[in-house]
């Protein structure tokens, strides 16, 4: 079925005598206009006329023309929320029977919507306006009053909401018809609140206007009215949309559930349903249950169990909470620690101690411990981070709820954040960055710039505490999408170009002084460093973007992606070549939406970014400059990994899951949907929709987005038991060797390889500090490139050889001599060394190095280097 390019849809009672010759002038214009695509359809919604209104239309031979009636007045409001229902066109026209605004405006309307406008509000009140036959006097009055006291109260910046004649975008005129409440003559004030709320462009347009004879508006409208403006200012009902009985199986205004065939393309505002309706609850637990799926290895015994391929980065993250918890419990500065790296420190700022978690989270770590609270953290991170991409996409992106599921789903379990989801809380947890954007997007539409200014600036100061990079990465794809935007809908970027400055600034304004010293700590505060490097390999290959992931289900190859990837907390692609030849196809098929076309260039743009600054060209060994290289030296832009870019991808080419999906259009029932259907009196009538086409063409595109899919289903990530803490650490023997003020040396000492250490230090309530350790410092010496773990001294580097090898070197006079060195730079009290492969050339080492003999305590062997030597006891 050709899906015509405008309804007019025309309420009517008791329009015998007018309806006529304005569906002539009409059809005249209409038919004039050769160019239109798709053609059109005239819909008459009848209010309970008791005079020849309906046979004015049945009458008629043309099937463009259609009726839907209802026996009994209810108010042009539930008129037009049949007629509009009953529409298909891909704009709809709102006009009245009396066609008090020539059908010629309709061209100025047309070329608001063309420049990106979601609805064009005929106007009598701006610049350019003219005016006919005028209204008697007192009604010119009580419409000034009215309008001032609708700008006052309900729609900002319209300055005629009542005029009868306004175009809109169809499916966000039937989201917003279905999600109405009103009946009477301020249906238009609750339409338009409607979309200023959903964010969607209205534009208001010079037409004009002329008063004709024979109005339908009654003294008593005047009072109800202003009944139905305080209605509006109430809280919605549990049922936010009046239904009535019909003669069909479906309501006669469209349903915007998921799912449903006549569920709009675009979403309704959150104020115009429960903020939270069954089946958003659902979503959110099935959410909840795919998390703790795939974080069910470690969560039944957090302390108990490592995730296998988190490498170190388990007990680092635990340290950080621990020692966020214990800086809190004891009022010291949240920014730093001594607790590792000795003498140095720690600047936690520095590195990514997610503090807006960490620091409210300090009553679960001290009770609990930081093993639990960690797992917490990721495990309802995660499921928060898919609940606020469901809920973006659901008000902006798909108004059904099965696609807006499926488009959340990818954005937070694609395979980059799986990878991260066994080592970087950091890039799970991202429940700010839909918000975020969601309050960018209300920004551009300027009808609370300074309210969401201020939200917007809050929410990114608390990212900063969440993940630094990931809000960077934010910026960045909302940067590629408003640059896809503009270059699809210029004119409308340049209308919201200011509103968005003006919000920027504002957000700027409250954002800054919260983070400004906090950011001077990280840069300039103690162990502050300039850039990461990360060497090479930090970049994604084609070969990478079209591949699949270590952890998926159904086609992981661990071998594959190691060799794709730095490591497998770093597959950073991994998206398979059918979802990327899906939203290719997408692309191309719904290429006339401007939102569609800056999803797909938000994605590409990010996944050729990601190749990094040198890409090799295939089969020749050859490299040449890529796409990431202008961009490299930028600040803080130095610091990423190039191979991070392409995780923009994932919400991305989830919204475009989501919009197809959304974007599967209603057909019309079997028989003629043009003639009305009869109905007994007293219930209206309104046309039955569903899917119409073949099976195969209905279900081919839910059938191709879940093959695309199933590829990328990630299994639960693997685990395995922890060693346990010695008893020298759990029973508080290691109290009697280090006293205040002095390190506990590990052997060998804690490193990005080998952080285990940390794990006795959490264990004992953080009761003493050690050397070396993992996280991020500068190299020293002068240069601030940040590095990972502490540069190695001669007795750290010696005790890693050993490990590695099993061979002690020679160790002469000199070498005890820097060891001894070493030792009082650490403020050392013992050294302590748990069994581990080479442990016995370990333990040799060390007593060579400092001529004492080990002592057996615990589980452990305790180096004691107060006083003399003592004989070592046991093993």
């Not at 009215?225 to 919605?236: E, F, V």
């Not at 909840?288 to 988190?310: E, I, K, M, N, W």
Request: hydrophobic share 45%.
């Amino acid at each position: 079925m050709v899906i015509p390019d405008l309804s007019v849809v025309i309420p009517a009672h008791d329009e015998e005598r007018r309806l006529g010759p304005t569906l002539d002038r009409l059809v005249r214009h209409l038919e004039a206009d050769g160019g239109r695509r798709g053609g059109w359809e005239i819909v008459v919604a009848d209010d309970g006329s008791t005079d020849g209104t309906r046979t004015v239309v049945t009458g008629r031979a043309d099937p463009r023309i259609r009726l839907v009636a209802c026996a009994r007045r209810r108010g042009k409001g539930h008129a037009l929320r049949l007629g509009v229902a009953a529409s298909r066109g891909r704009r709809v026209l709102v006009t009245d029977a009396d066609l008090a605004t020539p059908v010629a405006e309709l061209a100025r309307l047309e070329r608001a919507l063309d420049e990106g406008g979601a609805a064009a509000v005929g106007s009598r009140a701006v610049a350019g306006s003219t005016l006919g036959a005028r209204q008697h006097r007192v009604r010119e009055l009580l419409g000034a009053a009215g309008n001032l006291l609708i700008r006052g109260t309900a729609v900002r910046g319209i300055r005629d909401t009542q005029c009868g004649f306004k175009l809109f975008d169809g499916e966000r005129a039937r989201a917003a018809f279905a999600a109405s409440r009103l009946d009477g003559w301020a249906i238009d004030v609750e339409i338009l609140r409607h979309f200023q709320r959903a964010g969607w462009p209205v534009t208001e347009v010079p037409v004009h206007w002329s008063h004709r004879p024979g109005s339908k508006v009654r003294p008593l409208d005047y009072p109800r009215a202003l009944g139905d403006l305080a209605r509006l200012r109430l809280p919605l009902p549990t049922r936010t949309t009046r239904t009535t009985r019909t003669a069909h199986p479906t309501p006669p205004a469209r349903s915007t559930a998921p799912g449903h065939p006549a569920a709009p393309a675009h979403p309704a505002p959150p104020a115009r349903r429960t903020p939270w309706a069954r089946a958003d609850l659902l979503a959110a637990f099935l959410f909840l249950v795919l998390s703790v799926a795939l974080f069910g290895g470690r969560l039944p015994d957090p302390a108990r169990r490592y995730l296998t391929d988190s490498l170190q980065d388990q007990n680092q993250w635990e340290w950080f909470f621990a020692v966020t918890a214990d800086n809190v419990a004891h009022l010291r500065n949240p920014l730093f620690s001594g607790l590792q790296g000795v003498p140095d420190g720690v600047n936690l700022m520095a590195n990514t101690a997610m503090l807006g978690l960490s620091v409210p989270l300090t009553p679960v770590t001290l009770l609990l411990g930081p093993a639990v609270a960690l797992a917490l953290v990721a495990a309802l991170g995660l499921a928060a981070t898919a609940t606020a991409w469901y809920r973006l996409i659901l008000r902006r992106v798909a108004p059904r709820r099965a696609a807006a599921f499926t488009g959340a789903a990818l954005a937070a379990f694609a395979p980059p954040m799986v990878s991260h989801a066994n080592a970087h809380p950091n890039f799970v947890v991202l429940f700010m960055i839909p918000l975020i954007t969601e309050r960018a997007l209300r920004l551009c539409a300027g009808t609370r710039v300074v309210r969401d200014g201020v939200a917007l600036g809050l929410m990114a100061a608390y990212q900063v505490f969440l993940g630094e990079e990931a809000l960077l990465l934010a910026a960045l794809g909302l940067l590629l999408f408003a640059a896809g935007y503009a270059a699809a809908r210029p004119a409308t970027a340049r209308r919201a170009l200011r509103p968005l400055a003006r919000g920027l600034a504002i957000a700027a304004a409250v954002c800054l002084p919260l983070v400004v010293y906090p950011l001077a700590w990280q840069f300039s505060g103690p162990q502050s460093y300039s850039h990461l490097d990360h060497g090479p390999g930090s970049a994604n290959t084609v070969r990478a973007l079209l591949t699949f992931a270590e952890r998926s289900a159904l086609a992981g190859d661990a071998d594959r992606a190691a060799a794709l990837s730095l490591n497998p907390t770093e597959q950073n692609a991994f998206y398979g070549w059918p979802l990327l030849l899906l939203a290719t196809v997408i692309t191309v098929r719904l290429r006339r939406r401007p939102a569609v076309r800056a999803l797909a260039f938000t994605a590409a743009a990010a996944a050729l970014l990601s190749l990094g600054a040198r890409v090799r060209v295939p089969f020749t060994g050859a490299e040449v400059p890529g796409p990431w290289a202008p961009l490299s030296g930028l600040p803080l832009l130095e610091s990423v990994i190039e191979s991070r870019v392409a995780m923009i991808c994932a919400p991305a080419l989830g919204m475009l899951l989501a919009a197809a999906l959304a974007a599967l259009r209603p057909g019309t029932p079997d028989g003629d949907p043009a003639r009305p259907s009869a109905a007994p009196p007293g219930r209206c009538t309104a046309p039955l929709r569903r899917y119409a086409g073949p099976p195969l063409r209905r279900y081919a595109l839910p059938v191709a987005v879940g093959l695309a899919l199933l590829p990328l289903v990630p299994a639960p990530l693997r685990s395995e038991p922890r060693a346990e803490v010695p008893a020298f650490f759990t029973d508080g023997a290691w109290r009697a060797y280090v006293r205040p003020g002095e390190s506990l040396v590990p052997v060998p000492l804690p490193e990005p390889a080998d952080a285990g250490a940390l794990r006795w230090q959490t264990a004992t309530g953080l009761g003493f500090p050690v050397p070396g350790g993992y996280f991020n410092r500068p190299y020293g010496d002068g240069d601030r490139t940040g590095v990972y773990g502490v540069p190695l001294r001669f007795t750290a580097s010696l005790l890693q050889d050993v490990r590695v090898t099993g061979t002690v070197p020679v160790i002469d006079a000199g070498a005890r001599a820097a060891a001894a060195e070493d030792l009082a730079y650490w403020r050392a009290g013992a050294l302590v060394l748990a069994p581990q492969r080479h442990d016995g050339p370990l333990r040799t080492a060390v007593e060579k190095l400092t001529g004492r003999p080990a002592r057996w305590e615990g589980g452990v062997w305790v180096w004691d280097l107060h006083g003399g030597a003592e004989e070592p006891r046991g093993g």
